[in-house]
């Protein structure tokens, strides 16, 4: 009994830092969540159709009106991993302390395995049911269940544990990942399964107001049920049942200094990243590139033949980011527009060699056409599906002849400016480059046609890019040009796009 009942130092120590990443975790999905403090069932996430809201703004129920920027709501760096309207920091936080719990995670219950410890947590006879509702009965009644109910958990924690690691956890997993680009291009039927991009989100939620309750609980008890024991036990090991009030006195000294040494930690993070924005996100996001290096780069899309998705997903409404090119923007866009894109052109460029061609819209129809129906999300959260009609991006830079040698990624540019640059500087044409290996995916496209019709004018008229294995921000609306280039550090401030630049998302949109 007193091996099984022993809490080793891999155990607590496994305990503290899962305690660390969780709470990262929590606050830098705040962070995420308060980018767009809304949530929903339905895929076009319709203006009043949320079935939760975090914000007392009313949604215009025109389409092409309210950009998702103007929704991001600021949070004190108190309570949310950064704070202050960093969603690019706050979604880079998340990937790595989810990379760092899941492996602590693994490595626990390979741990829980190898050392038969699972035998505490993991009920294997079904009277761990009634001996549940009688310890639910007991605490329900303000009671405490006797010392000898713990082995060195009770049914009711067994049960509680069990749920939460074996369950609840692989639920967050699968409804994070969920919510990847990447992954719905390559598992369409699973994405649609957990409810399409809005049912993993609003389950992602759920999940997390779920394990917050479990902490809250868990915490409780430890404090509140045969306490001293209970710390005793958790600080220095051992399976004492019977400590002395000194040996408590000193646990519980030692415990509450861990507690505030873990929030100081999680709230200099904050402020280590806002000190300097830009070096934060070296940081965070050189850690995890390799995560999507291992994991999502090589998921590739399906593919229009094998999409799960039909004429029957096709939203009713349509979320926006950025505004049309006004008339300061681009004068050339604007009167383009009141003569149908006559004499307008997008010009093919290689960007290495000096060489460049002009396209009319009539040209790019006259390319290959390729259509297919797919999922759009923005990082900030909302999502909305549409058939997409244009000409896939090997196609069109082939106008140009064969890639160029030093070619390694293609970067397009927008007629209209960015909504915003890093530190209010002045505005510079929305841009945005892709790797090779994304260039050539099936559904990356420039597109001219949605559901259709014409691309209306706040979509991106008159030729837009879809890059689907992406989030929103590498699809450059309203493009000018697109071009080979050798290297995307030497144009903007050098992090690959617009959002990279103003937001501090990362380079690679694939999750
Ligand atoms: N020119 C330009 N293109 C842009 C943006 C922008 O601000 N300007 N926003 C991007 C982002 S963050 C998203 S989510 C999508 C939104 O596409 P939609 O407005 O067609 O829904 O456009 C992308 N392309
Ligand atoms: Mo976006």
Request: proline share 4%; glycine share 8%.
């Amino acid at each position: 009994m007193e091996a099984v009942n022993d809490f080793p130092f891999w155990l607590r120590a496994q305990h503290l830092l899962n305690f660390v990443l969780i709470g990262m975790l929590i606050r830098s999905g705040i962070e995420i969540l308060s980018s767009l403090p809304r949530l929903w069932w339905r895929q076009d996430c319709a203006p009043g159709t949320e079935w939760l809201k975090f914000t007392k703004r009313e949604l215009p129920k025109e389409e092409g009106v309210y950009t998702s920027l103007m929704d991001e709501k600021a949070v004190h760096p108190l309570l949310s991993l950064p704070g202050r309207e960093n969603i690019g920091l706050g979604r880079h936080w998340h990937g790595l302390s989810v990379m760092l719990w899941v492996l602590n995670g693994v490595i626990y219950v390979i741990l829980l395995f190898a050392t038969g410890l699972w035998r505490r947590i993991i009920p294997t006879s079904w009277d761990v049911f009634p001996e549940a509702w009688d310890s639910l009965k007991t605490y329900l009644s303000f009671d405490v269940p006797d010392i000898s109910h713990f082995q060195p958990y009770d049914a009711l924690q067994m049960l509680g544990y069990t749920f939460v690691i074996f369950i609840l956890a692989p639920f967050m997993m699968l409804t994070g990942v969920a919510m990847a680009p990447a992954v719905r291009g390559r598992f369409p039927r699973f994405v649609k399964m957990l409810g399409g991009h809005q049912g993993a989100r609003s389950l992602h939620f759920i999940g997390m107001i779920m394990m917050a309750g479990f902490i809250v609980m868990h915490v409780s008890l430890v404090f509140l049920v045969h306490r001293d024991r209970n710390l005793v036990n958790m600080v220095f090991g051992g399976a004492q049942i019977e400590v002395s009030n000194a040996r408590a006195a000193q646990a519980m000294v030692i415990m509450v200094a861990v507690i505030v040494a873990v929030a100081v930690f999680w709230i200099a993070l904050s402020y280590w990243s806002l000190a300097d924005r830009v070096r934060a996100q070296r940081f965070t996001a050189g850690f995890t590139e390799i995560g999507r290096k291992i994991f999502l780069n090589w998921l590739r899309p399906q593919g229009a033949k094998k999409t799960a998705y039909t004429d029957d997903d096709i939203s009713e409404f349509h979320w926006t980011n950025g505004l049309p090119p006004t008339e300061e923007e681009s004068e050339l866009w604007v009167q383009a527009r009141e003569r149908n894109w006559a004499g307008l052109t997008i010009t093919v460029r290689d960007d290495i060699n000096d060489v460049e061609k002009q396209l009319t819209i009539d040209d790019l129809k006259a390319l290959p056409r390729h259509s297919y129906i797919a999922t759009h999300t923005c990082m900030q959260g909302w999502s909305a599906t549409s058939r997409w009609t244009g000409v896939r991006l090997t196609d069109l830079m082939s106008v140009l002849g064969p890639r160029p040698e030093g070619a390694r990624y293609l970067l397009a540019e927008s007629y209209g400016l960015a909504q915003k640059m890093y530190d209010n500087r002045p505005r510079e044409p929305f841009y945005a480059a892709i790797d090779l290996d994304t260039m050539e995916e099936e559904e990356s496209i420039m597109a001219y046609e949605r559901n259709g019709h014409e691309i209306e004018d706040y979509l991106g008229a008159p030729a837009r890019l879809r890059v689907e294995s992406n989030h929103g921000y590498k699809h450059v609306k309203w493009v000018s040009r697109v071009m080979w280039v050798h290297d995307y550090a030497d144009y903007g401030d050098g992090r690959g796009g617009t959002r990279e630049d103003s937001a501090l998302q990362a380079f690679n949109g694939r999750i």
